[in-house]
Protein backbone atom coordinates (compact mmCIF):
# COMPACT_ATOMS: atom_id res chain seq x y z
CA UNK A 1 0.00 0.00 0.00
CA UNK A 2 1.64 3.66 -0.89
CA UNK A 3 0.07 6.87 -0.20
CA UNK A 4 -2.58 8.79 -1.89
CA UNK A 5 -3.96 11.88 -1.04
CA UNK A 6 -7.45 13.25 -2.21
CA UNK A 7 -9.95 16.06 -1.69
CA UNK A 8 -12.96 14.69 -0.09
CA UNK A 9 -16.44 16.01 -1.54
CA UNK A 10 -16.57 18.54 1.14
CA UNK A 11 -12.93 20.51 0.54
CA UNK A 12 -10.95 19.45 2.75
CA UNK A 13 -7.55 17.12 1.91
CA UNK A 14 -7.20 13.14 2.89
CA UNK A 15 -4.60 11.22 2.90
CA UNK A 16 -4.68 7.71 2.68
CA UNK A 17 -1.57 5.74 3.99
CA UNK A 18 -0.75 1.98 5.19
CA UNK A 19 -1.75 2.88 9.03
CA UNK A 20 1.24 2.54 11.47
CA UNK A 21 1.67 0.35 14.79
CA UNK A 22 0.78 3.40 16.90
CA UNK A 23 -2.76 4.08 14.80
CA UNK A 24 -3.77 0.86 16.57
CA UNK A 25 -5.50 2.58 19.67
CA UNK A 26 -7.33 5.20 17.58
CA UNK A 27 -8.43 2.46 14.73
CA UNK A 28 -9.75 0.31 17.44
CA UNK A 29 -11.77 3.28 19.37
CA UNK A 30 -13.41 4.04 16.00
CA UNK A 31 -14.11 0.58 15.26
CA UNK A 32 -15.23 0.47 18.90
CA UNK A 33 -17.83 2.97 18.49
CA UNK A 34 -18.87 2.15 14.50
CA UNK A 35 -19.70 -1.21 15.21
CA UNK A 36 -21.89 -0.33 18.40
CA UNK A 37 -23.79 1.55 16.06
CA UNK A 38 -23.99 -0.30 13.40
CA UNK A 39 -24.41 -4.12 14.84
CA UNK A 40 -26.47 -3.65 17.97
CA UNK A 41 -29.43 -5.09 17.97
CA UNK A 42 -28.76 -6.72 14.63
CA UNK A 43 -26.12 -9.67 15.41
CA UNK A 44 -26.38 -12.36 17.88
CA UNK A 45 -26.39 -11.18 21.15
CA UNK A 46 -23.25 -13.72 21.78
CA UNK A 47 -21.30 -12.04 19.88
CA UNK A 48 -21.95 -8.67 21.00
CA UNK A 49 -21.31 -9.85 24.92
CA UNK A 50 -17.46 -10.92 23.52
CA UNK A 51 -16.88 -7.70 21.30
CA UNK A 52 -15.74 -6.19 24.58
CA UNK A 53 -12.99 -2.50 23.89
CA UNK A 54 -10.49 -5.16 25.00
CA UNK A 55 -11.16 -7.03 21.77
CA UNK A 56 -11.06 -4.27 19.19
CA UNK A 57 -7.48 -3.44 20.96
CA UNK A 58 -6.01 -6.73 20.15
CA UNK A 59 -7.50 -7.02 16.93
CA UNK A 60 -6.67 -3.30 15.71
CA UNK A 61 -3.22 -4.20 17.03
CA UNK A 62 -2.99 -7.73 15.06
CA UNK A 63 -4.41 -6.39 11.68
CA UNK A 64 -2.11 -3.13 11.19
CA UNK A 65 -0.75 -4.52 8.08
CA UNK A 66 -3.92 -4.93 6.38
CA UNK A 67 -5.63 -1.75 7.32
CA UNK A 68 -5.63 1.52 5.33
CA UNK A 69 -6.17 4.99 7.26
CA UNK A 70 -7.78 8.17 5.89
CA UNK A 71 -6.15 10.94 8.04
CA UNK A 72 -7.53 14.55 8.42
CA UNK A 73 -5.84 17.38 9.60
CA UNK A 74 -3.51 15.32 11.23
CA UNK A 75 -5.76 12.71 12.91
CA UNK A 76 -7.15 9.20 11.96
CA UNK A 77 -10.54 9.88 10.61
CA UNK A 78 -11.39 6.12 9.35
CA UNK A 79 -9.93 3.15 7.40
CA UNK A 80 -10.30 0.12 6.04
CA UNK A 81 -9.06 -3.05 5.94
CA UNK A 82 -8.58 -5.44 2.43
CA UNK A 83 -7.22 -9.06 1.84
CA UNK A 84 -6.91 -9.92 -1.28
CA UNK A 85 -10.38 -9.75 -2.90
CA UNK A 86 -12.03 -8.78 0.45
CA UNK A 87 -13.25 -5.39 1.48
CA UNK A 88 -13.26 -5.74 5.74
CA UNK A 89 -14.28 -2.77 8.36
CA UNK A 90 -15.39 0.47 6.81
CA UNK A 91 -15.50 3.01 9.43
CA UNK A 92 -15.38 6.72 10.14
CA UNK A 93 -15.22 8.16 13.14
CA UNK A 94 -18.58 10.22 13.87
CA UNK A 95 -17.56 13.72 13.73
CA UNK A 96 -16.26 12.58 9.52
CA UNK A 97 -19.67 11.39 8.91
CA UNK A 98 -21.53 13.11 6.13
CA UNK A 99 -17.98 14.36 4.49
CA UNK A 100 -17.39 12.11 2.27
CA UNK A 101 -14.91 10.20 3.56
CA UNK A 102 -16.66 7.09 3.40
CA UNK A 103 -16.77 7.08 0.10
CA UNK A 104 -13.05 7.66 -0.53
CA UNK A 105 -12.07 5.17 1.94
CA UNK A 106 -14.16 2.83 -0.07
CA UNK A 107 -12.81 3.73 -3.62
CA UNK A 108 -8.87 2.90 -2.10
CA UNK A 109 -10.36 -0.14 -1.04
CA UNK A 110 -11.37 -1.19 -4.46
CA UNK A 111 -7.84 0.01 -5.67
CA UNK A 112 -5.79 -1.82 -3.65
CA UNK A 113 -8.19 -5.18 -4.81
CA UNK A 114 -7.61 -4.30 -8.10
CA UNK A 115 -3.77 -3.89 -7.77
CA UNK A 116 -3.99 -6.80 -5.76
CA UNK A 117 -4.75 -8.43 -9.74
CA UNK A 118 -8.37 -9.27 -8.76
CA UNK A 119 -11.42 -8.14 -11.00
CA UNK A 120 -14.13 -8.46 -8.50
CA UNK A 121 -14.06 -7.14 -4.98
CA UNK A 122 -16.71 -8.63 -2.24
CA UNK A 123 -17.86 -7.46 1.45
CA UNK A 124 -20.60 -8.91 3.22
CA UNK A 125 -22.89 -6.55 5.54
CA UNK A 126 -25.22 -7.48 8.08
CA UNK A 127 -28.47 -8.06 7.13
CA UNK A 128 -30.27 -5.24 9.57
CA UNK A 129 -27.68 -2.74 8.66
CA UNK A 130 -30.39 -0.88 6.12
CA UNK A 131 -27.63 2.26 6.57
CA UNK A 132 -24.46 0.73 5.31
CA UNK A 133 -26.50 -1.69 2.55
CA UNK A 134 -27.83 1.26 1.19
CA UNK A 135 -24.22 3.25 0.94
CA UNK A 136 -22.76 0.08 -0.39
CA UNK A 137 -25.93 -0.25 -3.17
CA UNK A 138 -24.85 3.98 -3.79
CA UNK A 139 -21.28 3.32 -4.22
CA UNK A 140 -22.35 0.65 -7.17
CA UNK A 141 -21.98 -2.69 -5.43
CA UNK A 142 -24.64 -5.45 -6.19
CA UNK A 143 -26.22 -7.60 -3.44
CA UNK A 144 -26.16 -11.15 -4.14
CA UNK A 145 -28.27 -12.21 -1.90
CA UNK A 146 -28.23 -13.55 2.03
CA UNK A 147 -25.49 -15.51 3.26
CA UNK A 148 -24.27 -16.52 7.08
CA UNK A 149 -21.07 -14.89 7.91
CA UNK A 150 -19.01 -17.20 10.53
CA UNK A 151 -17.84 -14.34 12.81
CA UNK A 152 -15.01 -15.65 14.87
CA UNK A 153 -15.72 -15.54 18.53
CA UNK A 154 -13.99 -16.98 21.08
CA UNK A 155 -15.25 -20.51 21.16
CA UNK A 156 -15.76 -20.49 17.53
CA UNK A 157 -17.34 -19.24 14.88
CA UNK A 158 -20.94 -17.23 15.30
CA UNK A 159 -22.75 -17.49 12.55
CA UNK A 160 -24.26 -13.83 11.68
CA UNK A 161 -26.98 -13.16 9.20
CA UNK A 162 -25.22 -10.84 6.08
CA UNK A 163 -26.01 -10.16 2.83
CA UNK A 164 -22.83 -10.61 0.34
CA UNK A 165 -22.36 -7.84 -1.69
CA UNK A 166 -19.69 -7.71 -5.32
CA UNK A 167 -18.12 -5.16 -7.15
CA UNK A 168 -16.25 -5.40 -10.45
CA UNK A 169 -13.23 -2.90 -10.02
CA UNK A 170 -11.25 -3.66 -13.16
CA UNK A 171 -12.25 -3.05 -16.71
CA UNK A 172 -14.24 -0.25 -18.54
CA UNK A 173 -16.91 0.40 -15.87
CA UNK A 174 -14.80 -0.31 -13.04
CA UNK A 175 -14.83 2.61 -10.35
CA UNK A 176 -17.88 4.06 -12.32
CA UNK A 177 -20.07 3.51 -9.64
CA UNK A 178 -21.73 6.49 -7.72
CA UNK A 179 -19.60 8.21 -5.09
CA UNK A 180 -21.48 11.02 -4.88
CA UNK A 181 -19.69 12.46 -1.58
CA UNK A 182 -22.85 10.79 -0.15
CA UNK A 183 -21.50 9.49 2.59
CA UNK A 184 -24.15 7.87 4.85
CA UNK A 185 -22.88 4.81 4.37
CA UNK A 186 -20.86 2.42 6.60
CA UNK A 187 -19.24 2.96 9.45
CA UNK A 188 -18.72 -0.53 11.78
CA UNK A 189 -17.62 -3.01 8.61
CA UNK A 190 -16.83 -6.53 8.41
CA UNK A 191 -14.75 -9.75 9.29
CA UNK A 192 -11.52 -9.97 10.44
CA UNK A 193 -9.78 -11.85 7.59
CA UNK A 194 -11.64 -14.70 6.44
CA UNK A 195 -15.13 -14.00 5.53
CA UNK A 196 -17.40 -11.82 4.81
CA UNK A 197 -16.91 -8.07 7.00
CA UNK A 198 -19.95 -6.20 8.56
CA UNK A 199 -20.77 -2.61 7.38
CA UNK A 200 -22.23 -0.61 9.88
CA UNK A 201 -21.72 3.03 9.96
CA UNK A 202 -19.72 4.78 7.38
CA UNK A 203 -20.60 8.26 7.11
CA UNK A 204 -24.09 9.19 8.12
CA UNK A 205 -24.96 7.72 11.47
CA UNK A 206 -23.19 4.21 11.42
CA UNK A 207 -22.28 2.79 7.96
CA UNK A 208 -19.38 0.72 8.87
CA UNK A 209 -18.18 -1.46 6.83
CA UNK A 210 -18.86 -4.86 5.75
CA UNK A 211 -19.08 -7.85 7.89
CA UNK A 212 -19.91 -7.91 11.44
CA UNK A 213 -16.98 -9.05 13.17
Known amino acids: ?3 TEKLSPTGRPVLFRPAR ?21 HVPEELAAVR ?6 TRAAERVGDTLVAVVDGAVAGFVMVVAEEV ?3 YVAAP ?3 TGVAG ?23 EGNARARRFYERQGWVDEGRVD ?12 PCHRYTKEVSGPTAGSGPESGADSGPGPASASGSGPGAASGTDSGSVSGPGPT
Open 1 to 3: MSA
Open 21 to 41: PADAPEVARIWLHSWRDGHLG
Open 52 to 57: TPESFA
Open 88 to 90: EQV
Open 96 to 98: HRG
Open 104 to 126: LLLTEAERLVREGGHRRAWLVAA
Open 149 to 160: HPAQGPDGPIPV
